[in-house]
């Protein structure tokens, strides 16, 4: 599944599990930025530097 199709995402460094309405709002307020973008995963960053792996959640 591409991430582009998927409606939730999980976090690979914490488990955490994230909706798609969560995560377009974590990019359109500045939380978290875009930093590489796959097929099968995001590697975001976030407002304090970390990286975080998203990788779709198959339904």
Do not use: K, Q
Not at 11 to 31: A, D, M, P, S
């Amino acid at each position: 599944m591409s991430l582009d199709d998927a409606r939730e995402f999980r976090i690979e460094e914490t488990g955490e599990r994230v909706n798609g309405l969560e995560l377009e709002l974590h990019l359109f307020f500045g939380v978290w930025a875009v930093v590489e973008r796959h097929d099968d995963r995001w590697v975001v960053a976030t407002e304090g530097g970390e990286r975080r792996t998203l990788v779709a959640v198959s339904d």
